[in-house]
Antibody, heavy 119, light 107 residues
Framework: QAQVVQSGAEVKKPGASLKLSCNVSGETFSDAYTHWVRQAPGQRLEWMGLINGGGDAPNYAPKFRGRVTMTTDSSTTTVYLDLSSLRSEDTAVYYC????????????WGQGTVVTVSS | EIFLTQSPATLSVSPGERVTLSCRASQYVASAYFAWYQQKPGQAPRLLIYGASARASGVPDRFSGSGSETDFTLTISSLEPEDFAVYSCQQHESAPFTFGQGTKLEI
């Protein structure tokens, strides 16, 4: 049974960087895609980008380009999200989502990671 | 970027009622790339409908989706207590993939 398990909650100061992890198991890692979606308090879900298991050609939402990096480690079937220059508006629940194909709907969600950015 | 607008923002309803939620896209979205999600407090979203009208695995048949091009609808034929949640639409045809702001069903 495929599973998506995310790392634990984080508290960061403004200006710091964030690194979240997402372990994807149960299916062929290299053929799958992992998306990152976040949800700030009271706000709509916001797609940040995606990467395939091979780590090739990530696609980032324009809003996050220059601040976000997504990487993969195929030996541990883990996907990472790096977000730099954090500000209070980055306080949100961050989800990773696994899809089999690039344009699939989002059937398999991680449990979410709460990130708080505060001085 | 395709912008999705849902209406209404909040809907006060009772168990047993039939409800219709709407989602309008700022430009054409192919039905194959349109989905609906249910989200309860403290939980990740759950896929309900994909391809605009197909129910995801395990989704009760009281949930149905319809629509095309720029106007899509989610209908719940008879509300159960566990259906009180936030419902969001999504297009995953054109990156950045986008979501609507959600419709909250409340008692």
């Amino acid at each position: 049974q495929a599973q998506v398990v995310q790392s634990g909650a984080e508290v960061k100061k403004p200006g710091a960087s964030l690194k979240l992890s997402c372990n994807v198991s149960g299916e062929t890692f290299s053929d799958a895609y992992t998306h990152w979606v976040r949800q700030a308090p009271g706000q709509r879900l916001e797609w940040m980008g995606l990467i395939n298991g091979g780590g090739d050609a990530p696609n980032y939402a324009p809003k996050f380009r220059g601040r976000v990096t997504m990487t993969t480690d195929s030996s541990t079937t883990t996907v990472y999200l790096d977000l730099s220059s954090l500000r209070s508006e980055d306080t949100a629940v961050y989800y990773c989502v696994k899809t089999r194909n690039y344009y699939d709907s989002f059937a398999m969600w991680g449990q979410g990671t709460v990130v708080t950015v505060s001085s | 970027e395709i912008f999705l607008t849902q209406s209404p923002a909040t809907l006060s309803v009772s168990p047993g009622e039939r409800v219709t939620l709407s989602c309008r896209a700022s430009q054409y979205v192919a039905s194959a790339y349109f989905a609906w999600y249910q989200q309860k407090p403290g939980q990740a979203p759950r896929l309900l409908i994909y391809g605009a009208s197909a129910r995801a695995s395990g989704v009760p048949d009281r949930f149905s989706g319809s629509g095309s091009e720029t106007d899509f609808t989610l209908t719940i034929s008879s509300l159960e207590p566990e259906d009180f949640a936030v419902y969001s639409c999504q297009q995953h045809e054109s990156a950045p993939f986008t979501f609507g702001q959600g419709t909250k069903l409340e008692i």
